[in-house]
């Protein structure tokens, strides 16, 4: 066992870790998980997964734990354990606004065993990984154990680079499959879904309302500095932002007798996880991380994917393109399931149309959160930033807006949606 003990390397961040999370607690969680009141831990270590800047709901900590089972047979088990923030009070309550924990413990508690328990109905999609495997829901400390995707060999693609079309197209066709089973869901359970009404913009908090906004400001002082047009669009994009919150919760409410899905709500690059052959080529994808999911349009997805994911920037054929080979794969599982409903699913023409209808969150999606994910100094990316005035936000604006790879973002960007009209009052 002694070799095992360079799982990780030195720096624990033992510091960071709750002193609960020991060894009679996941001991307990194991022998509940598989059954088996004789397993006994022998070691385990921790470290934190995730970096600066990565995750901002939660802390999240990775274990590995050496223990017996009945059969006295050695193993070695990884896991990830999510813990919703503590420690800044501000970020603390607005969170808490937010349900991002309460919310995603529903979700692995709740409702993935019964998307779990769909798909293995059909050969074509059993045992088919959405997501990672729930090892345990603590209400008690808010935490959720899960498996660790690393033991599955899945890893995280690079942000920066993005994606090409082999990583899109399997991480939309998981998407696609989600979406499908939440709508089946919601026929035989009507309503089952709308509790999650909890999104990055909602109608019970302004939690990060006020930090968008204020960038915003100071993105459009960049676009003017563009010259030419872009002054004018700079204009455009200014006389928006009083209305930036409204719009955004317009494309976040569920639309009446129209398409709703149970949407991921922060569906780009971070969190998604791949697995590759042994040429390096993407063969699997599994989502990760529900904080601030939603039932709403798909567009929500769709929109944040596209706009903040892909290598390079695409254009508006590109665009639907994707939107449209991801309507393709939503369809081909419906049909899976014989389904049939009292709303009408719009053809793929119509499905691109509602795609740009519900098109403001573009605008989100290609001047914030794009320019968080191309942000390539960590250190300036940090939760406080986001919710308390200061220096620290200040330097995270910066960090946001001056990247000049962004900045040739916008400038093909901008044109696009001048065009579909989502600079228009």
């Not at 709508?183 to 913009?201: A, E, R, S």
Request: charged share 30%.
């Amino acid at each position: 066992m002694e070799g095992n003990k360079n799982i990780f390397n030195s720096d624990c961040d033992s510091e960071d870790v709750p002193k609960w999370i020991n060894k009679d607690y996941l001991e307990r969680v194991l022998k509940n998980y598989f059954k088996d009141n004789s397993l006994k831990i022998l070691d385990f270590y921790t470290k934190l997964a995730t970096k600066k800047g990565e995750n901002y709901a939660s802390l999240v900590i990775r274990v590995v734990i050496e223990y017996e089972n009945k059969n006295l047979k050695y193993n070695i088990g990884k896991y990830i354990i999510k813990l919703s923030v503590e420690g800044d009070p501000i970020m603390a309550r607005v969170i808490k606004e937010y349900r991002a924990f309460e919310d995603e413990m529903l979700l692995y508690s709740e409702a993935f065993p019964k998307i779990l328990d769909l798909i293995n109905t059909k050969s074509d999609l059993k045992d088919l990984a959405l997501f990672p495997k729930p090892i345990y829901c603590d209400f008690e400390h808010n935490a959720i154990i899960l498996e660790d995707l690393l033991q599955r060999d899945y890893k995280s693609a690079d942000r920066v680079k993005g994606l090409d079309e082999q990583h899109a197209k399997l991480a939309l066709k998981k998407l696609a499959v989600f979406h499908a089973c939440s709508v089946i869901l919601d026929q035989q359970d009507p309503g089952c879904f709308k509790k999650f009404d909890h999104g990055v913009y909602n109608r019970y908090s302004d939690g990060i309302s006020e930090f968008f906004c204020k960038t915003m400001y100071k993105v459009c002082n960049v676009i003017q500095n563009f010259g030419g047009e872009f002054i004018n669009y700079s204009k455009k994009i200014r006389n928006l932002i009083p209305h930036w919150v409204e719009k955004e919760r317009q494309c976040y409410d569920p639309k009446p007798n129209q398409l709703n899905v149970l949407a991921h709500g922060d569906f780009w690059s971070t969190n998604i996880m791949f697995k590759y052959d042994e040429s390096g080529r993407p063969i699997d994808a599994i989502l990760i991380d529900f904080q601030f999911t939603v039932w709403a349009s798909p567009a929500i997805d769709l929109h944040f994917f596209v706009n903040t994911s892909l290598a390079g920037v695409p254009n508006i054929e590109e665009m639907e393109n994707y939107v449209r080979f991801y309507y393709k794969e939503f369809l081909e599982t419906l049909k899976l399931f014989d389904f049939e409903t009292k709303l009408k699913i719009p053809n793929s023409e119509e499905f691109v149309c509602d795609f740009w209808e519900n098109g403001f969150n573009a605008l989100q999606n290609s001047f914030l959160d794009k320019s968080i994910s191309f942000m390539e100094d960590d250190s300036a990316a940090c939760p406080e930033a986001i919710f308390n005035e200061g220096e620290k936000r200040e330097r995270f604006q910066l960090a946001m807006i001056s990247n000049k790879r962004i900045q040739e973002h916008w400038k093909i960007l901008i044109p696009i949606f001048d065009k579909k009209g989502l600079l228009d009052l």
